[in-house]
T-cell receptor, first 117, second 111 residues
Framework: NAGVTQTPKFQVLKTGQSMTLQCAQD?????MSWYRQDPGMGLRLIHY???????DQGEVPNGYNVSRSTTEDFPLRLLSAAPSQTSVYFC????????????????FGSGTRLTVV | DAKTTQPNSMESNEEEPVHLPCNHS???????IHWYRQLPSQGPEYVIH???SNVNNRMASLAIAEDRKSSTLILHRATLRDAAVYYC????????????FGKGTRLHILP
C-alpha cells in the first residue's frame, strides 16, 4: 500500500498564481483532510471531507478550495497565492468514525512545502 | 470542539520511561482520545487511541483517568528517536469527524 501520496513535494509560486496540491490515498478511507503547518507552529485544519461529494471548512479555509469527486482523491486549490500561504501542507486520511471501523487513526502524507514569493 | 492542554516541553533521559500528560476536562462521552507524534521534518504519525480503558501497542501505552478528564501517554523506554512533538487530540465519535490539533508537547531526550 502506498498510503497517502502528496504531490508535489516542493513548489515555489509567485504571488497571484494558482495551483493545485494533489492528495491521493489507496486505503479506501472515507475521511480526508488538509492541514497547514507554519514554521515552529502546530497544524491548522483547512478543509475536510467525510466522503465523496461532501466537504466542509476547517479553522483556516480562506484562500483555499477543495472538492471530493472520488474516495481516493482530495485536491487542494490555491486560487490566488499570497506570501501568507507559505507553509507546509499535509493531507491526512482515515476511516470515518461512523463507518464501523475500530482502527481509525489518521494516516498523514509526507507534506508539500510551498513558498510564495 | 473539546480542547486539550499539554505542557509545552518535557525532557527525559534516554532508556528511561516517559509520561506525557494531557488534560481534557471538557471531554464528552463520545470523544476518543488520540495521540500522534511528529518527528522533525516529517508528517505526524498515529501513536495510539482509546476511549475508556487503558491501551497498549508496540509503540506506547495510553493510561486514561477514570473520569476521562486526563490521559497519559507512556513511552516505556525512551530512545533518541522518540524526540518529537507529541499531540493529544480528541475525535468525536458522534460528531463531524474533524480533528483540531493543539500545540503539543516537544519531547527532548537526553543521551
Amino acid at each position: 500500500n502506498a498510503g497517502v501520496t502528496q504531490t508535489p513535494k516542493f513548489q515555489v509560486l509567485k504571488t497571484g498564481q494558482s495551483m493545485t496540491l494533489q492528495c491521493a490515498q489507496d486505503m479506501n478511507h472515507e475521511y480526508m483532510s488538509w492541514y497547514r503547518q507554519d514554521p515552529g507552529m502546530g497544524l491548522r485544519l483547512i478543509h475536510y471531507s467525510v466522503g465523496a461529494g461532501i466537504t466542509d471548512q476547517g479553522e483556516v479555509p480562506n484562500g483555499y478550495n477543495v472538492s471530493r469527486s472520488t474516495t481516493e482523491d482530495f485536491p487542494l486549490r490555491l486560487l490566488s497565492a499570497a506570501p501568507s500561504q507559505t507553509s507546509v501542507y499535509f493531507c491526512a486520511s482515515s476511516y470515518s468514525v461512523t463507518g464501523g471501523h475500530m482502527n481509525y487513526g489518521y494516516t498523514f502524507g509526507s507534506g508539500t512545502r510551498l513558498t510564495v514569493v | 470542539d473539546a480542547k486539550t492542554t499539554q505542557p509545552n516541553s518535557m525532557e527525559s533521559n534516554e532508556e528511561e520511561p516517559v509520561h506525557l500528560p494531557c488534560n481534557h476536562s471538557t471531554i464528552s462521552g463520545t470523544d476518543y482520545i488520540h495521540w500522534y507524534r511528529q518527528l522533525p521534518s516529517q508528517g505526524p504519525e498515529y501513536v495510539i487511541h482509546g476511549l475508556t480503558s487503558n491501551v497498549n501497542n508496540r509503540m506506547a501505552s495510553l493510561a486514561i483517568a477514570e473520569d476521562r478528564k486526563s490521559s497519559t501517554l507512556i513511552l516505556h523506554r525512551a530512545t533518541l528517536r522518540d524526540a518529537a512533538v507529541y499531540y493529544c487530540i480528541l475525535r468525536d465519535l458522534g460528531g463531524d469527524d474533524k480533528i483540531i490539533f493543539g500545540k503539543g508537547t516537544r519531547l527532548h531526550i537526553l543521551p
